[in-house]
């Protein structure tokens, strides 16, 4: 009877413990949300608001009237959805001859392309501002994109997916007259639908919340994408931090859909990758 | 002449000639092998060549050159940009300013971080949700997270100092003190970093033998000890890659930099890419932030080859 009370009681605190890391955790969020929806009145107040006392979307009518959110919201899809396909399709040939052609000059071909992983995006940034400048991409789509549609974490993270498929699958499928390009799209691309899945939504994640090279190759309004476009809402004085805030959670809106909806496929792909690779 | 060599393999298989046709259809192959290769990386390499090769060799080239304000490179000074990054306090300021900004977040992250990956491995029910929530800022962006930061550091209006004083303790200046300001900075990028952390490191435990526990319970061993002599050990690999993702993201931390302080107060959050980006892009110093972002390279290199040669023969792979 005591060594139940006692489990009752350890279940109780853990269960403390558990919603008070959460709460840490979750405060941030829960204070864009609140301030979202405070009035002006309740924004400027002391000792500050701590929750919503209505739903008013006041806040998210000015956001989107003052400053071409919606715009900024296609931009930044047309990027990152841009950016996604492109890995997939290089990832996925990359991968493809790493895993199930034998060639020469494979070992440091592989090499050079987990090298693009050590070298990082800042250090070639000033030459890729003046290339992309030089050939008038600043503010185009293709600017924004083109430089990242090639992937080393994409590219192993497919391999090591793509070894565990059964090499009799592939000398059989050649055996029957199936070429390469064959193999890898009714049988390799199917088997793979996982993998590329998680690439697929960490890809689009990683390019929705780009910040620096964005900023420095798109200048007119128009072109701008959502993080620079609410980062810039921010340095102008008429903006309130609720309406600050109102556009922070329409930014945040996507990518929490996206998370909450492939949170399973995307974690088990990416910790397959980084625990036992 | 075609007809010659063909009878006499026939009949001396053993002939140099067969030998020398023979091998050439091997490297035939190989090298139709190799092309097929090549034709399936070439997408991948013809990004990486023009995207990343070309310029981390133009990014040194043009680190021994003045530029003009469009970023040409005019007249040849050899490693004059390099002597100036040691002797002016612009880049030694902000190598210090990146080096404890890499203190500040790297072990708070892995701790707190392991801290929520035990919670969320506890067998509870419900515990998926909270699992979810540990793991939610995989999703938020810098921008968006630095404008929050921003509300909650304000002086007068944010949240933070408020529950501070509700605790009983005093005021902070955050962002507007030359003390201040990368700590707080630190903490916002630490609560960006925890997602993928925690995300990691749960992952890593629950690939550890159910059966190692057992055991050691069998023995005796208390939760604590269990901790210690199992659960740390058989995460060394999980820690392992997140102290380099985590010095990798430290060091090129720039977008809580540009929405909150701008670098500063008086240099003080003016960490390497920061500078980098004031040099070129606001002050027309294409060779001087070149040499600095050559020095960011050598830097991460040299922690890379580091991390991997000496590191990793300490770690416990299972």
């Known amino acids: 009877m005591s060594n139940q009370l006692q489990n009752t009681i350890k279940k109780i605190s853990l269960y403390l413990i558990l919603v008070i890391a959460a709460i840490i955790v979750i405060y941030p969020i829960w204070t864009a949300i609140t301030i979202s929806l405070l009035d002006d009145k309740q924004v400027a107040q002391y000792p500050p608001q701590l929750y919503p006392t209505h739903l008013n979307l006041d806040n998210f009518r000015r956001a989107l009237e003052q400053a071409p959110l919606l715009r900024y ?55 890729n501002y003046l290339l992309i400048k030089s050939v008038k991409w600043d503010n185009t789509f293709q600017g924004l994109a083109l430089p990242f549609i090639a992937t080393g974490f994409g590219t192993f993270l497919l391999r090591q997916f793509f070894l565990k498929i059964p090499k009799e699958l592939h000398d059989a499928a050649i055996m029957d007259g199936c070429g390469h390009l064959c193999f890898l799209t009714t049988i390799v691309i199917p088997l793979a639908r996982p993998a590329l899945g998680t690439l697929a939504v960490y890809s689009f994640l990683q390019t929705y919340n780009q910040y620096l090279w964005p900023l420095l190759i798109t200048s007119d309004e128009s072109m701008r994408t959502v993080q620079i476009g609410i980062a810039l809402l921010q340095d102008e004085e008429r903006f309130m931090f609720n309406t600050v805030m109102a556009g922070v959670v329409f930014v945040l809106l996507p990518t929490f859909f996206l998370f909450i909806f492939s949170n399973r496929q995307l974690i088990r792909g990416l910790t397959a990758g980084a625990v036992k690779g | 002449m075609t007809h010659v060599t063909n009878s006499l393999q026939e009949r001396q298989p053993d002939n140099y000639f067969y030998r020398l046709i023979h091998l050439s259809n ?23 060549i023009v995207f990343v090769f070309i310029p981390l060799f133009r990014t040194v080239y043009l680190s021994t050159f003045l530029t003009n304000p469009l970023g040409k490179p005019v007249s040849f000074v050899g490693l004059e940009q390099y002597r100036r990054l040691f002797a002016t306090p612009v880049f030694l300021n902000s190598l210090q300013r990146s080096l404890l900004f890499v203190a500040y977040t790297v072990p708070s992250t892995i701790v707190v971080s392991l801290g929520l990956a035990l919670l969320g491995n506890l067998r509870l029910k419900g515990i998926a949700v909270f699992r979810m929530f540990f793991s939610l800022t995989i999703a938020v962006s810098a921008a968006t997270s630095s404008l929050i930061f921003l509300y909650l550091f304000h002086p007068a209006l944010g949240s933070l100092n408020y529950l501070l004083s509700l605790i009983g303790l005093q005021a902070v200046p955050w962002l507007v003190n030359v003390n201040t300001a990368l700590p707080a900075i630190a903490i916002a990028s630490v609560w960006l970093q925890i997602g993928l952390n925690t995300v990691i490191l749960l992952a890593a435990m629950q690939g550890i033998s159910e059966e190692l526990y057992e055991s050691a319970m069998i023995d005796g061993a208390n939760y604590w000890q269990q901790f210690r002599n199992i659960t740390i050990p058989m995460l060394s690999s999980a820690f392992f890659f997140l102290i380099v993702v985590d010095i990798l993201a430290a060091f090129q931390t720039f977008t809580q930099i540009h929405v909150m302080t701008s670098g500063g107060p008086v240099n003080s959050t003016n960490v390497l890419v920061f500078s980098i980006y004031r040099e070129f892009y606001f002050n027309g110093q294409y060779g001087f932030a070149a040499a600095q972002a050559v020095m960011l390279f050598l830097i991460m290199l040299g922690l890379t080859i580091f991390q991997f040669g000496i590191l990793e023969r300490q770690v416990f792979y299972d």
């Open chain 1, 73 to 127: 919201l296609f931009n930044s899809m047309m990027q990152s959805s841009l950016v996604m396909i492109g890995q997939l399709f290089t990832a996925c040939l990359a991968a493809y001859a790493f895993a199930f052609i034998d060639f020469k000059w494979r070992n440091v071909l592989f090499l050079t392309f987990l090298a693009t992983l050590m070298i990082p995006w800042e250090a070639t940034i000033i030459p």
């Open chain 2, 26 to 48: 091997i490297q035939k192959r190989e090298f139709r092998k190799f092309i097929i290769a090549l034709l399936f990386l070439s997408p991948s390499l013809i990004i990486f």
